[in-house]
């Protein structure tokens, strides 16, 4: 198991199989697992190639080091699973990519607003990468399981099958069929925001006029957020075929519930792109223009 | 949809920008039909793909342009009111809304996108149309361009 | 959808069209380009692909090359998808693995001055047309039958007209008409021009047999209020408006004559200003009298004046841009009729049409009796003023005579323009019927098929299709029964499988698309659980909201699939460069 | 031998006598006889005919009825006789009131306007009382090499449906006559246009340059002689060929009455036909044989 | 026979007045004639380069109506054909038709040319206007439906290579002309029009000045499959006309010629072939001469103005008096009077126009005689009444449409032809009572 | 009102009227008038009107039918037509120009508005019984007689003179 720049919520996760963890625990060979077992990248590129059954990868490629760790990763472990949003669609690390890597530097370092005259550091980090580009866009994996995170019972489901030999067997629905509420097909008459009004706890909460990506979403999650009176952000990213871009079918789906007149909408979806790329602006298709520009910016 | 883009054009060759014009078959489509048997001239540089109406368009259809190198994406349909399906461009326009502020976000100029009403009879808003996106992606450059 | 996924093999039929297209494109060059695209096997050009030799070739090489997906590069296929639909099936190739490339109204004709442009463009065209033959689909050929009842919307001269031919036919007719009586514009008008015959003369007749005959079924002071169903199998509600009582009807075709209105032209020639200033239409509703009297006074007229063009031919004027056909003709044969019981009469005009059968004798007729014609500028309209005394001065220009003149007439009757009536969008709407620049509908074809319109199964008869007299509003009435008698006499019509299609194991039940179809085609299929979404064929009209909408691409437009599109832009965008050729062979 | 009854009008006698010797001279070697009126008037064409229709009637009736009481149809030779002649016939022959109206004038020398002779200009009775085969016949020394273009004159052929000359609208006597005497016949642009003749008065500038287009229009057909059939018409296209307008270091093209061209073709010596009395000496031409 | 009333109509033209009321009866499931007294059906409208007011190109839209008529499985054409009697009357029409020898089976002959190859002799195309040629054995143009070759016994040599040419035997030269009799219930007359003949109006030089042509030779020099491959040049001496002017009015709207009537259609047909002129050559310049513009139909006037405003047509208001031929340039110059100024102009040009009138077709008195169909003053089928019969002969069971009732446009030729269609399917279906 | 109507302009202008139209329909010669439709065929025709600007035929008939009775008749307008009748031929209406303008010159020759030639011509005409009495001169007398011609012209001045008082004296009446 390998983590890249992330939050490290999917290991997170993972542990919290808890008591799950004891029956499955004892069928696993543990060969790399940096905050868990105290194995170094040397161990690991030290293995023969495809030793390794399987592999998971957290996080996002943003640095050098990153990169190599994938590719060792890639390279040693016979399927290789993208384990969580970011690794599958650059996730919330993803959206650095609405500034270029200087501005980030500003805003993190140099310009930092609690810190005064501070630089980038040069010394004993790796080498930053330019933009975040998508894990698959520099190797290839077997399995994707999204999520941010993706469930425990996710995790658990997928780690049985593997273990058994199994492929993994995902239903392909979004968070609508997993979703209570009660849909009277009606049209949308005003997009409202989240701190507009109360909404009807049993009614579909697009049609109340909430965004809800929900159905631009894969439901791996079985409608956790919305079950309990959230609407859905995106966070298991689109549904199979899951390289569409879920932002792009979002705003179909919305703009199709909403006909309405395009300065009302503009008033009120000021951030179509987080709002709807949230966890999959890398691999959308505008995130991959600006990936596009960040790359021959670099030339 | 990762192919890699590729240059049509010679370096020394000028510049033509490639345009991809989603136009409806019962306004649009018939109105470059129109302008074609009006003989109005235009820029040749717009492609016209026929769908049915403006409806059948995700904006998937207008990034995935973009992110295959489109240089501009000309969308044209009937008026709001006169779709043949009744609404089909109520809802094209509500998702072009969003998705051109989304383009701006993405960092991409919103003026490499056209979205534009002509009608069967409207043979030159048609063609001033073509023209007018023609022109401004020229002006912009190509999408490569804007990351150069 | 597709049974058979056996390998594509494309054949690419490049269309001179005489010159039309060889004259700009380079089509040889195209030709030879499409030989070496992905899975065409053959690949050539031809004089005019529609004629005779043109589909012979086509069936020739689908045979001789096993073809089994046809690309033709020629017109607009707005034109000849048809025809060329037809030619392929009769080589059994599916009528959807037929694509069509426009290389004369979208290159050669609209480019005509850039043949390297254009043929570059026809090149990429036929590229991606190509690329999209490859995804094509074999899709069922489906008839319905067509029900023997026609809907006659419209009780004017036109749609009585239709009524009655229908009906006489054989076939029921359900007449529904928005005034409180039948008649239309005709039946207001005492004096017909350009006939002698009254209004009334003419249509009283023939309202009296329509309310005779048995197979028609009338629905005075309603309004059709939902139109849902396709060609064969129409489902309508009928309004009465003063009731509210809807009555439903099914039906297998319609026919729209809903007419025109006469323009009350508020802002030109001081109309509304006195009394004393009139329409043509108004004219003609006029009560019967002696002697034309004047409305202010009811004094005889003894000085009138006839303004031509007014709301009609203005360059630029949305609505107004077109000529209204009938009323130089009428305004010849009033003048002419009116004559007699005036002093002075007199017709400003800017071109006199009297272009029908007899109508250049009623202009021949007016000038003999007197009757002076004054040609204005078309850039200076005669000026026309109200004095506080209720005199009428107009002056104006004698192009011909080249002298400045001045009237003041008791009666000033103006020509207004022929426009749609008011509630034309709304009919436009409730049938899916587009409209020409002159606001009046779009036949399907202006030349070749003036009374057909593209929404399958309904026609279009009379004044609702552009400015005409009444005369040519009958024979259009009858042409347009003869197309509903000619699909109702058949029984059943081939309708299009282009519609959309849920796979049901992606369907999520978001209900994305039941809100997005304008036709309620998409129901939930309550037999699943969850349930999941559903079209219903019939009522799919294949315009692909649906499909753009499901967030889950589980709906299918066929025809018109993601895929077959999006492989389309890609041709033209991610194309290799072509490999140079090496020198002839 | 067919015999007409000769009105030469007023200004033929004086101004073109040579075309009256050769209208004599050529019609009786062709078997026409012909009888000078006497005791006539003027038809009154143009001039009284603008002042009063009534009066222009009684006087061309008059002309006719003298006719009438010689027996004999009237030949008209000038193209404005004839014309008024033809046009006052008609007037007369379907006016009753008017014809009663001329009728009690004439009475008080004891004529009467009957209707009952034709009037008949000099190309009607070559095309129909000699006939093109007689006169083909009787060409004795046909030219050759001779470019020839026809001047018809207005009045004498228009308005086609009363003069009923020849077709208004494209006129063949003249052509045919010129081709039977061995001579091409030309065609020119505005070949029946006016002469302008019948401007002089109004505006002689005007007429002039009329008369001068059309010598523009045929001297670009590179012609020898222009053939004409009315002694105004004869008159003025020669007499414009001297104007100053006219186009200088140019040689004049002569203008011949169709008898004094064909004359010479049926062998009639030129001094008969007053050839020596024309302006622009056709000599050299017509002696192409 | 005569007992059961017969289930069919007979349609005289194959113009595309005829075709479309042949194809409204037919799909109505009855039983067509339609008879054709040329080679193919296609009438005038095949002749024609574009269209007006779409500049749709007039071959391609005919062209599937064409296929469809002969394709139809209710319609029997009878082309080279005409009809020699009609006795009886609405319901049960006897007719004869004379079926002219094409020396050619029908039935065998696919097209193919290799007759026409062989044959020796050339001879002016009439389909072209005699601006092209074409062979004894032929086929009038390429969309020709029936697909047939017909010889063309004037000119034919009897030389034979045309059948030893032939590999399916199909020529018959020894054919004879056949009668055919039927029974129909109803008779569309559709037999159209013709072009005035303009000769008669030597001032415009029609006939003596190479280049002055009129409209319909204009449409086929433009045309693509015309004889100069739709290149427009002057026939005089093959270059390429700079300006060129249409008269207007010719043959129409003129009393003294018996045509006092207005012809409709020449007005659009000239903007439409002025547009088309400079669509040939852009930097040309056009000059249309007329006393109104009768742009009246719909999308007539907008096309007038695009014509005026973007192609820069030139419309002077004013009839041409006269036509002159300049000696070395073969150009011509026009009088005419600027009525708007009442100047007088000469303006050159180097090719001239003239657009035609319509006048009722050769044959239509005799035709007309011999069924005993009344005619109007004017030469054409007189219709029943304006409003109460439009499309009605004052024969009972006999309907006109198209411009054999009077000169129509397109589209009043298509209506008319579907309103007589569905007049006529009334007598059919009430067995003609 | 359109924008386009035509501005303020205190150029005095004209009341159609029909009168005079009618007045020479009346006139014989003048029952064409009507039919015109000013196509501009006879102007076009015109050699009078191709060398001279001041003479429109077409126009001037417009201006008969639109009244404007007093500019024709005190015009020499009426008496520039040569009535060649070119334009008759060609008129697709059938109007007969030269008789019509005959008609306009007859009214206006009754209100003494006669140009000087045609009265001094019509004087000696009807004075002499022909035209050319003064030209006749001992040399064409002449020539005459060297062509084999009779020399007595032999014209009767009688007649003429009696046409005159009845109807051309004084002007002329009708």
């Known amino acids: 198991m390998a983590q890249a720049s992330s939050c490290w919520g999917c290991f997170q996760s993972l542990i919290d199989i808890h008591m799950n963890l004891a029956t499955v625990l004892p069928a696993l060979e543990i060969k790399f697992w940096v905050c868990v077992v105290d194995y170094k990248l040397a161990d690991l590129e030290g293995y023969p190639d495809k030793s390794i059954a399987v592999g998971l990868f957290e996080g996002v490629v943003r640095t050098e080091e990153d990169l190599h760790l994938l590719k060792t990763m890639r390279a040693k472990c016979q399927t290789l699973i993208s384990f969580g949003s970011c690794s599958c669609f650059g996730g919330i690390p993803g959206l650095a990519n609405f500034s270029d890597i200087e501005e980030c530097l500003d805003v993190k370092f140099r310009e930092n607003k609690t810190v005064s005259g501070g630089e980038v550091p040069s010394e004993n980090v790796p080498a930053i990468l330019p933009v975040i580009k998508p894990n698959h866009d520099y190797v290839d994996f077997d399995i994707f399981l999204p999520g941010c995170p993706p469930t425990s019972k996710l995790i658990l489901t997928a780690v049985t099958a593997l273990l058994k030999g199994e492929p993994i067997e995902l239903e392909p629905h979004t968070v609508c069929h997993y979703c209570d509420r009660e849909k009277k097909d009606t049209p949308v008459e005003k997009i409202l925001r989240p701190f507009d009004g109360n909404a009807d706890p049993d009614r579909c909460l697009l049609e109340q006029g909430y965004i809800c990506v929900g159905s631009a979403t894969w439901g791996l999650c079985e409608g956790l957020c919305v079950n309990m009176g959230s609407t859905c952000r995106g966070c298991y990213g689109p549904p199979p075929p899951i390289m569409q871009d879920q932002g792009a079918n979002a705003m179909s789906m919305l703009g199709t519930y909403a006909p309405l007149p395009p300065e009302e909408i503009k008033e009120q979806v000021k951030d179509p792109l987080g709002l709807f790329n949230r966890f999959t602006y890398a691999t959308s298709h505008l995130g991959s223009i600006r990936i596009k520009r960040e790359e021959a910016k670099k030339k | 949809m990762t192919t890699e883009p590729t240059e049509t054009t010679n370096e020394n060759e000028e510049w033509e920008p490639r345009i991809v014009a989603y136009c409806c078959n019962w306004c649009s489509y018939a109105g470059a039909d129109l302008a074609g048997t009006s003989r109005i001239q235009y820029p040749t540089n717009a492609r016209i793909l026929r769908v049915n109406c403006t409806g059948r368009l995700s904006p998937e259809f207008i990034l995935a342009a973009l992110d295959m190198g489109a240089d501009g994406v000309l969308v044209s349909g009937c008026h709001p009111g006169d779709c043949h399906y009744t609404s089909g461009n109520l809802k094209a326009r509500a998702r072009w809304a969003m998705m051109e502020t989304a383009i701006e976000q993405a960092g991409v100029d919103p003026r490499r996108v056209r979205l534009q009403w002509a009608s069967a009879s409207e043979a030159q808003l048609f063609a001033d149309g073509v023209r007018e996106i023609t022109e401004q992606v020229k002006e912009l450059g190509p999408i490569r361009s804007e990351w150069k | ?585 | 031998m067919k015999e007409f009854a000769l009105y030469t009008g007023c200004t033929t006698p004086v101004r073109l006598p040579a075309y009256e010797a050769s209208v004599k001279i050529v019609l009786e070697k062709l078997g026409i006889r012909l009888t000078l009126m006497k005791d006539a008037n003027c038809c009154g064409a143009q001039y009284v005919e603008s002042l009063s229709h009534t009066a222009f009637c009684a006087m061309s009736g008059r002309v006719i009825a003298l006719a009438e009481s010689m027996n004999l149809d009237v030949l008209a030779i000038c193209g404005a006789c004839s014309g008024s002649l033809k046009t006052v016939k008609h007037d007369l022959d379907n006016n009753p009131k008017l014809c009663a109206e001329v009728n009690e004038l004439l009475a008080e020398e004891g004529l009467k306007y009957t209707g009952t002779s034709e009037v008949k200009h000099l190309l009607q009775i070559f095309r129909e009382d000699i006939g093109y085969e007689a006169i083909k016949s009787a060409i004795v020394k046909p030219y050759s090499g001779l470019r020839l273009a026809a001047h018809y004159g207005c009045h004498v052929t228009r308005p086609p449906e009363i003069v009923k000359v020849d077709d208004a609208e494209n006129p063949t006597i003249i052509d045919r006559i010129i081709e039977l005497a061995g001579a091409t016949a030309v065609d020119y642009t505005g070949k029946t246009r006016c002469c302008g003749g019948p401007m002089l008065a109004m505006d002689a500038d005007v007429a002039t340059r009329i008369g001068l287009d059309k010598i523009k229009n045929i001297r670009e057909e590179d012609v020898d002689g222009i053939i004409t059939a009315c002694e105004f018409c004869d008159i003025q296209l020669t007499q414009v060929q001297f104007d100053d307008l006219a186009e200088q270091g140019v040689s004049k093209i002569p203008v011949i009455p169709l008898p004094q061209f064909l004359g010479p073709a049926l062998g009639i010596n030129f001094d008969k036909l007053g050839i020596y009395l024309n302006k622009i000496d056709p000599k050299t031409i017509l002696q192409k044989v | 026979m005569s007992e059961n009333k017969p289930n069919s109509a007979l349609v005289i033209g194959g113009g595309v007045a005829g075709i479309t009321a042949a194809l409204d009866i037919a799909s109505q499931g009855f039983k067509v004639y339609l008879v054709e007294r040329n080679p193919s059906i296609g009438g005038v409208m095949a002749q024609i380069d574009k269209t007006f007011p779409t500049l749709d190109c007039s071959a391609c839209i005919l062209t599937p109506k064409l296929s469809e008529v002969s394709r139809h499985k209710n319609i029997e054409i009878l082309t080279y054909s005409e009809v020699g009697s009609v006795t009886g009357s609405a319901g049960d029409f006897h007719v004869r038709v004379k079926r002219k020898a094409r020396y050619v089976n029908e039935d065998v002959c696919t097209g193919c040319g290799d007759c026409a190859e062989e044959c020796p002799v050339e001879v002016a195309n009439e389909f072209d206007l005699n601006i092209g040629f074409r062979k004894a054995i032929y086929v009038p143009f390429p969309q020709a439906t029936p697909n047939v070759y017909t010889v063309d016994k004037e000119n034919c040599i009897d030389c034979g290579r045309c059948v030893k040419a032939c590999q399916r035997n199909a020529i018959d030269l020894d054919m004879k002309d056949t009668t055919l009799e039927f029974h129909v219930g109803a008779i569309i007359i559709a037999t159209g029009f013709q072009l005035y003949d303009i000769t008669d109006y030597p001032r415009l030089g029609y006939g003596h000045y190479a280049n002055v042509i009129h409209a319909m030779e204009f449409e086929r020099l433009i045309n693509a499959a015309g004889p100069t491959h739709g290149h427009l040049i002057r026939l005089g001496d093959g270059k390429t006309p700079k300006s060129i002017g249409f008269i207007q009015c010719v043959g129409a709207r003129d009393v003294q010629k018996g045509v006092p009537y207005c012809s409709r259609v020449c007005c659009m047909y000239s903007i439409k072939n002025a547009v088309m002129a400079l669509e040939h050559n852009t930097d040309g310049e056009v000059w249309v001469y007329y006393a109104d513009i009768r742009a009246f139909g719909k999308g007539f006037e907008e096309f007038y103005e695009m014509a005026k405003k973007r192609f820069g047509v030139k419309f002077i208001r004013g009839r041409v008096a006269e036509v002159m031929e300049g000696k070395k340039t073969g150009n011509l110059v026009i009088r005419v009077e600027d009525t708007e100024t009442a100047e007088v102009r000469l303006i050159e040009h180097d090719l001239i126009v003239i657009s035609p009138g319509v006048v009722p077709p050769i044959g239509m008195d005799t035709m007309a005689k011999k069924m005993g169909i009344e005619q109007s003053d004017d030469g054409y089928i007189q219709a029943e009444h304006t409003f109460f019969g439009p499309t009605e002969t004052k024969t009972p069971g006999v309907f006109v449409c198209g411009c054999a009732e009077g000169p129509k446009d397109i589209p009043d030729s298509v209506s008319a032809g579907s309103a007589a269609a569905m007049k006529a399917t009334i007598v059919l279906s009430q067995g003609g009572t | 009102m359109t924008k386009n109507e035509v501005k303020e302009k205190p150029a005095v202008s004209h009341t159609p009227s029909s009168d005079f139209a009618k007045e020479v329909e009346q006139e014989y010669g003048g029952e064409g008038i009507m039919k015109c439709i000013q196509c501009g065929m006879c102007t076009a025709s015109c050699m009078v009107a191709s060398m001279t600007d001041r003479y429109r035929p077409r126009q001037l008939i417009q201006k008969i039918l639109l009244g404007k009775r007093e500019e024709v008749l005190t015009s020499d307008l009426p008496w520039l037509c040569m009535t060649c009748r070119l334009c008759e031929e060609r008129c697709q209406e059938d109007v007969n120009l030269s008789e019509i303008f005959h008609a306009v010159r007859e009214i206006a020759a009754r209100e003494g508005h006669i140009p000087k030639v045609f009265q001094s011509t019509v004087d000696q005409v009807l004075e002499d019984g022909w035209l050319l009495k003064d030209a006749y001169s001992d040399f064409i007398e002449e020539d005459r007689e060297d062509l084999g011609l009779d020399t007595d012209l032999n014209w009767n001045d009688e007649f003429v003179k009696k046409v005159k008082k009845r109807y051309l004296s004084g002007g002329n009446k009708k």
């Open chain 3, 1 to 585: 959808m597709s049974d058979t996924k056996e390998e594509p093999r494309i054949g690419v039929f490049v269309c001179h069209c005489g010159h039309n297209i060889a004259g700009v494109v380079d089509v040889v060059s195209v030709a030879e380009m499409a030989r070496d695209l992905p899975n065409v096997v053959f690949s050539t050009d031809e004089m005019f692909m529609c004629s005779d030799a043109g589909q012979v070739l086509i069936k020739e090489k689908v045979k001789e090359h096993n073809l089994n997906r046809v690309v033709v590069a020629s017109c607009s296929p707005r034109m000849h998808e048809p025809t060329f639909r037809r030619v392929v099936e009769e080589v059994d190739v599916n009528r959807y693995l037929f694509d069509q490339v426009n290389l004369r109204e979208h290159v050669s004709w609209c480019h005509t001055r850039e043949p390297v442009k254009a043929t570059e463009k026809a090149k990429d065209l036929v590229r991606m047309s190509v690329a999209r033959a490859a995804k094509l689909e074999n899709l069922p050929i489906k008839t319905v039958n067509v029900l023997p009842k026609t809907m006659v919307v419209g009780g004017g001269i036109a749609g009585l007209r239709s009524s009655l031919d229908i009906a006489e036919r054989g076939f029921d007719v359900v007449l529904v008409e928005k005034d409180t009586q039948l008649g239309g514009n005709v039946a207001k008008w005492t004096h017909l021009f350009p006939s002698d015959e009254s209004g009334a003369q003419v249509i009283g007749p023939l309202i009296a047999a329509v309310r005779k005959h048995k197979r028609i079924k009338i629905h005075l002071n309603s309004k059709v209020s939902d139109f849902d169903g396709y060609i064969g199998n129409f489902e309508v509600t009928i309004k009465n408006l003063s009731s509210e009582k809807e009555t439903k009807v099914n039906i297998g075709t319609v026919i729209v004559s809903t007419g025109f209105e006469a323009f009350k032209p508020v802002g030109y020639y001081s109309y509304t200003k006195s009394p004393n200033i009139i329409t043509l239409a108004e004219l003609q509703e006029m009560p019967p009298a002696q002697m034309l009297i004047r409305p202010s006074d009811g004094k005889p007229v003894k000085k009138m004046v006839f303004i031509g063009c007014v709301g009609s031919r203005e360059p630029g004027k949305i609505g107004h841009e077109h000529c209204s056909r009938h009323c130089c003709s009428a305004t010849a044969k009033a003048a002419a009729d009116l004559r007699d019981d005036v002093d002075e009469s007199l017709v400003l005009y800017q071109d006199i049409r009297t272009y029908g059968k007899g109508h250049e004798e009623f202009h021949r007729l007016a000038r003999q009796k007197h009757v002076i014609y004054s040609k204005f500028p078309t850039d200076a309209h005669p000026n026309v003023e109200v004095a506080a005394d209720g005199d009428i001065r107009i002056r104006w220009f004698d192009v011909l005579a080249g002298s400045e003149l001045e009237f003041h007439p008791d009666l000033v009757v103006l020509a207004s323009a022929m426009i749609p009536p008011d509630d034309m969008a709304e009919t436009a709407k409730m049938f899916s019927l587009t409209r020409s620049g002159d606001g009046f509908f779009n036949p399907e074809h202006i030349k070749l098929a003036p009374l057909t319109t593209h929404t399958a199964g309904v026609m279009i008869a009379g004044a609702a299709q552009a400015a005409k007299n009444a005369s040519e509003a009958v024979i259009d009435a009858s042409g347009a029964a003869a197309k509903a008698v000619g699909l109702m006499a058949q029984g059943e019509v081939e309708i299009e499988s282009t519609v959309s299609h849920v796979i049901s194991d992606l369907c999520s039940s978001c209900h994305t698309c039941v809100t997005a179809c304008p036709y309620g085609a998409i129901i939930m299929d309550e037999e699943q659980t969850p349930p999941v979404a559903f079209v219903q064929e019939a009522k799919c009209k294949g315009c692909g909201t649906c499909a753009a909408a499901c967030p889950s691409s589980a709906i299918v437009m066929y025809h018109s699939t993601d895929e077959q599109i999006l492989t389309m832009v890609e041709a033209y965008l991610c194309t290799t460069p072509e490999p140079e050729g090496g020198g002839s062979a």
